[in-house]
């Protein structure tokens, strides 16, 4: 792996590489990107940034301030798996370039500040985080908003509404009832090869796969869960990840979504959390004489997780769609309580391992419209703010939560019910971020200005299926 411009130069020659693409994230998490020939690339290109315009970057610059720089991490450089022509992918951080300081809404900034914050602290001196992302893919996808219509239409040939179609060559048969897609054999799961395609990719780049499958839902949901590692270089994994998923599936006539819920009376995409805080090497949310064998650190952790989660969800779970996901009976984590086993909690306690290693929380809310260097950095700060401030949990929960009564319901929270209820949970409680000068206040302002735009979309809009329950009222 590169550690310095020179080793970065040196891996151009080494590989025939004849592309340098220079990407960042943006404030909502989209990978965005320039080229340009690896001949005029130097040592001081990569030291002293490459410009660009951050006027154009949704959330980013006004247009008397435009200028910004992108700095590359030489320790980010990778092959890029997806190309034809050979392509060196350099992740950048941003800059101004007046000040030489790093950019406040830069959210690879915002991360490393996150890292650097907790090593302050004196708690702990990583934050792992294992996400698992996942994803449908679908063989057709249109969709058109206008004046006088409004429509979608995805189709996939597992689903289920597809085991009566005429096809070319004849019907198979073998089709995915609604939530029976998890763990079939093929022919029943068709995605097989492609998800193998993906994860060989991935290791490619540096990313460590654990597994993959065929998820809950009709029509192509899948999950490939990586390795645990540490925030920022998680974060980065996440953006690999996700241009991986895609470029694969457009190679096999497929086109993939991150969307949390796409599909109608069916299960949606999660991307679930598992993170552990360690220092000098060893675990830090490991007791053997507590619940689940966890320390009284990472029940204060959690403690600070469904404190804050309504703000969190704003940026954890950022879209209105993402509210599609989060309802009830769907195996929707919406209880905003903690549970070794029970999947309908906020916050789970996996137990396949009784390792002090493998200690550690799964927060299940978020899902993969997020930015992944945002949403990794706000949990830990809210778990950070439990441990400063020994915020105790309620008390775990492993009965199931849809079969109680009202009220045996009764005290238990819920995650907000729409973008806009988070929107506001975040406007009303957001200190913690701002510890360790890790998120800025002109961040969030810009992020939630955006996000009330994209909500007020929508409730402008007719929704089709008001059609059905009013047209003839």
């Keep these: 792996m590169a550690q310095t411009a020179k080793d970065v130069l040196q891996m151009i020659k080494d590989n025939g590489i004849q592309i340098i693409d220079t990407r960042f994230t943006d404030l909502f998490g989209g990978w965005q990107h320039y080229s340009l020939p690896a001949s005029r690339l130097t040592e001081d290109m990569i030291e002293e940034g490459l410009g660009f315009d951050g006027s154009s970057i949704k959330g980013f610059q006004v247009i008397n301030e435009s200028d910004m720089l992108m700095i590359p991490d030489p320790t980010s450089a990778f092959i890029d798996p997806a190309l034809k022509v050979p392509t060196l992918v350099l992740i950048c951080d941003i800059i101004d370039p007046l000040e030489r300081k790093p950019y406040s809404r830069d959210p690879r900034t915002v991360a490393k500040k996150a890292e650097a914050y907790l090593k302050s602290t004196g708690i702990a001196d990583t934050s792992y985080f294992g996400p698992e992302a996942e994803f449908f893919l679908f063989s ?13 239409f995805l189709d996939s040939p597992e689903a289920i509404w597809n085991a009566g179609a005429t096809v070319e060559g004849g019907n198979k048969g ?10 079939p ?16 990719k991935m290791a490619q780049i540096g990313i460590d796969i654990e597994l993959h499958h065929h998820e809950v839902a009709t029509a192509g949901q899948c999950e490939i869960d990586m390795k645990f590692d540490s ?22 006539g497929y086109t993939a979504t991150f969307m949390p819920k796409p599909l109608f009376g069916d299960n949606g995409s999660g991307m679930h959390c598992h993170q552990s805080l360690w220092k000098g090497g060893e675990p830090l949310f490991f007791d053997e004489t507590q619940y ?39 195996e929707a984590p919406i209880n905003l309580v903690y549970s070794m086993r029970n ?14 290693k493998s200690r550690r929380i799964e927060f299940r809310a978020p899902d993969a419209t997020c930015n992944p260097y945002l949403a990794f950095a706000a949990m830990m700060m809210a778990g950070l703010d439990g441990i400063q401030n020994q915020i105790e949990p309620p008390a775990p929960l492993d009965v199931d939560i849809y079969e109680l009564s009202a009220e045996e319901k ?26 360790g000068d890790v998120f800025t206040e002109d961040l969030l302002a810009s992020y939630i200005e955006t996000k009330r735009t994209e909500e007020l979309s929508i409730a402008l809009r007719p929704h089709p299926y008001e059609f059905s329950m009013y047209f003839g009222a």
């Design 140 to 152: 057709d996808a249109r969709f058109s908003q206008a004046a006088n219509h409004g429509y979608y």
């Design 174 to 183: 073998y089709h995915i009832r609604h939530k029976e897609g998890y763990f």
């Design 185 to 200: 054999v093929p022919p029943t799961d068709t995605l097989q090869d492609i998800r193998s395609e993906m994860i060989l």
């Design 231 to 252: 925030l920022v270089s998680m974060a980065d994994k996440v953006q690999k990840y996700k241009y991986v998923v895609r470029n694969v599936a457009r190679e096999h």
């Design 292 to 330: 689940a064998l966890l320390s009284k650190m990472a029940q204060y952790y959690i403690g600070g997780i469904l404190k804050h989660a309504p703000a969190l969800l704003a940026i954890c779970a950022p879209t209105t769609n993402s509210y599609r996901r989060l309802v009830p009976g769907f």
């Design 343 to 356: 999947r309908s909690a906020a916050i789970r306690i996996p137990t396949y391992s009784s390792s002090p």
């Design 410 to 435: 009764g005290d238990i929270k819920g995650t907000p019910g729409s973008l806009g209820e988070a929107l506001d949970a975040l406007e009303a409680d957001y200190e913690f971020l701002l510890k």
